[in-house]
């Protein structure tokens, strides 16, 4: 398996742009996670759904902030409008019922100018 | 609020020596604790995974410990190589929530 994969791996833009980073799970997991890094907060949970579903967002900073999962194999997080505060590293994480094993993507690092 | 800290931040070693990473957390209603390996630019690898009812988890020349009661977790690397070096996160998972908590990690540089 691939595992997950996260694009775009570096994503540089100005603040009042949008922003949408992307993530496809590993196949036959259920679970997918949304976290972000910052050398201040370090790795915090944004967000996770289970079979396509949000289940808890309350990580979710701002509105600014908004995650979709239209399927299985895809999902999204996207930031409008961008603002310098909003530059770290975001990771998604994939996981399967009844484990607890989460198996992380090589992120995406993300610059607001 | 289930809070998890790593002492220390930094830890910087000789190649061959053993060392411990320390983790603690405020609430011991935990489900399990985890602990991750998070090599510069890429993502978190699981090392091993400790059940609330374990003490203690071994892979390879790594071995982890649970004292759910005094709020700990130790990992102990064994004859530790410039390979180990890397920044190590535990995470916590409370029980009734389906999240991890992380600690802010502990940044290891073996010296060859």
């Known amino acids: 398996d691939a595992g997950v994969i996260q694009s775009p791996r570096h994503e540089v833009t100005e603040m009042g742009q949008e922003v949408t980073l992307r993530c496809k799970p590993i196949?036959?997991?259920?679970?997918l996670f949304w976290y972000r890094q910052t050398m201040m907060r370090g790795l915090e949970l944004l967000i996770y759904?289970?079979?396509?579903?949000?289940?808890?967002d309350s990580g979710m900073p701002e509105d600014r902030f908004s995650a979709k999962m239209p399927n299985a194999s895809f999902s999204t997080l996207k930031i409008q409008p961008s603002e310098p505060r909003d530059s770290a590293v975001y990771f998604c994480?994939?996981?399967?019922?009844?484990?607890?094993?989460?198996?992380f993507g090589p992120g995406t690092r993300l610059l607001v100018l | 609020k289930q809070e998890v800290t790593q002492i220390p931040a930094a830890l910087s070693v000789p190649e061959g020596e053993n060392l411990v990473l320390n983790c603690s957390f405020t609430?011991?209603?935990?489900?399990?604790l985890q602990w991750f390996r998070q090599d510069p630019g890429k993502g978190l690898t699981s090392l091993l995974l400790?059940?609330?009812?374990?003490r203690e988890q071994t892979s390879g020349r790594l071995n982890a410990s649970l004292d759910k009661s005094s709020g700990r977790s130790t990992l102990y690397i064994a004859a530790s190589q410039p390979g180990d070096s890397a920044t190590y996160l535990c995470?916590?998972?409370?029980?009734?929530?389906?999240?991890?908590?992380f600690g802010t990690g502990t940044r290891l540089k073996v010296l060859a």
């Open positions: 994480a994939s996981s399967s019922e009844g484990t607890e094993t989460q198996y």
């Open positions: 196949s036959g997991h259920d679970y």
């Open positions: 759904f289970n079979n396509n579903v949000p289940i808890d």
């Open positions: 609430d011991s209603a935990i489900y399990n």
């Open positions: 400790i059940q609330s009812s374990q």
């Open positions: 995470a916590v998972y409370t029980s009734g929530t389906y999240k991890y908590i």
